[in-house]
C-alpha cells in the first residue's frame, strides 16, 4: 500500500492557500526551500506535477487544485478531531479563536460572543480584528475557529467554508440629543441635507444606507467616513452627524454614548454571520454561539 505523507501535503496544502512558497513557509515557520523540497517530494511520490510558473509566480495545475481540494478535507477533518479532543477540557480553559471583520460594530460582535463567554465550561476568548482576506487566509489554515462578519463569505474567496446565519436587526438612527431633537420630526423627510457620518464603502451597511437615501431621494451632508465603528460612535456622541446602528446594540449604544434615538430606516436590516470551515460543527464553544442566535 502506498502511504501518503501528511507533512509533504501539509507544505503543498499551505503554498496552495498562500499562494506562494515565501508566505507558506513564514505560515508554517520553516525555510522556504524546505517548503520546495517538501512539496517537490511530494510531487514525486504522486507522479504528478502540482504546481506551475504562472508569470512571476506560481499556481496550482488541474491537478493540484484537486489534490488541494481533497487537502482542505484532511485538515478540515484533523481540526475537527483536535477541538473535539479539545471540547473536554481538564483542568484548563477551551481556546475560541476568532476573527471580526473590521467594520463589524463590536458590541454586536460582543453580543454575538457572550453566549460562548456565559457557558458551563470555562472559555479564553482569543480574538482579533482585520480585513476579510487576511482573515479568511488565517481561517483556511486553522489559526481561527470562526469569522464574525456582516455577510456571508464571497465565492470568490477560493477557501472551503460555511457561512452560518447568526442574526437579522432592525436599522435606526441615531444622534446626540439636540440632532435628535431637531431631525426626529418629519423623519426620514427631515435627513434631505442633515448632517451624517456613514462606515466606509466596503462595509454592507454603507450600502444599505447608500440605496435608502436613493430610494426616498435624500441627500444627507456627510461629515465623515469611518472604517472603525466605535470612532464613528464617538463622533456622533460630540455631535457631528446622525449615523445608523443595527436595533439590537440600541439600548447599549445609548447608555455608553448618550446618544438618542432618531427613527428607524423601514426595510433595511442589517445580518450577521459566523463563517467556519466546519459544515458539521464541532468545537463547543462554536456550537454554543450559533445555537444561541437560533433560538432567539
Not at 480584528?129 to 475557529?145: R, T
Not at 451624517?196 to 451632508?221: G, K, S
Request: proline share 4%; aromatic share 6%.
Amino acid at each position: 500500500m502506498d502511504w501518503l505523507n501528511y507533512n509533504q501535503l501539509l507544505n503543498f496544502w499551505a503554498v496552495a492557500r498562500e499562494g506562494s512558497v515565501q508566505r507558506a513557509s513564514e505560515v508554517l515557520h520553516v525555510t522556504p526551500a524546505s517548503v520546495s523540497v517538501q512539496v517537490k517530494q511530494l510531487e514525486q511520490s504522486l507522479g504528478v506535477k502540482l504546481l506551475k510558473k504562472q508569470g512571476r509566480g506560481i499556481a496550482l495545475t488541474k491537478m493540484g487544485e484537486h489534490v488541494s481540494t481533497y487537502a482542505n478535507e484532511i485538515f478540515a477533518t484533523g481540526r475537527e478531531l483536535v477541538e473535539m479532543v479539545k471540547g473536554q477540557p481538564v483542568g484548563r480553559p477551551l481556546e475560541l479563536r476568532v476573527g471580526v471583520r473590521d467594520v463589524m460594530p463590536k458590541l454586536m460582535a460582543f453580543q454575538l460572543l457572550l453566549p460562548a463567554l456565559e457557558s458551563e465550561y470555562p472559555v479564553k476568548l482569543v480574538c482579533q480584528e482585520g480585513d476579510m482576506s487576511h482573515l479568511v487566509a488565517d481561517l483556511a489554515v486553522h489559526k481561527l475557529d470562526l469569522i464574525l462578519t456582516d455577510t456571508a463569505l464571497d465565492p470568490l474567496y477560493k477557501v472551503q467554508a460555511y457561512s452560518h446565519r447568526l442574526s437579522e436587526s432592525d436599522v435606526v438612527i441615531i444622534g446626540s440629543k439636540a440632532l435628535a431633537r431637531k431631525y426626529r420630526k418629519g423623519f426620514p423627510a427631515s435627513l434631505d441635507g442633515a448632517p451624517f457620518l456613514l462606515p466606509t464603502a466596503n462595509c454592507v451597511l454603507r450600502r444599505l444606507m447608500d440605496q435608502w437615501f436613493r430610494d426616498l431621494d435624500l441627500a444627507p451632508a456627510v461629515k465623515g467616513e469611518f472604517a472603525d465603528s466605535a470612532m464613528l460612535k464617538i463622533a456622533g456622541r460630540h455631535g457631528v452627524g446622525l449615523f445608523a446602528i443595527p436595533t439590537s446594540i440600541l439600548e447599549e449604544v445609548k447608555a455608553i454614548y448618550g446618544l438618542r434615538e432618531v427613527g428607524i430606516a423601514a426595510g433595511i436590516k442589517e445580518q450577521s454571520y459566523a463563517v467556519t470551515v466546519e459544515k458539521k460543527l464541532k468545537h463547543p464553544a462554536v456550537v454554543e454561539i450559533l445555537e444561541h442566535a437560533r433560538s432567539i
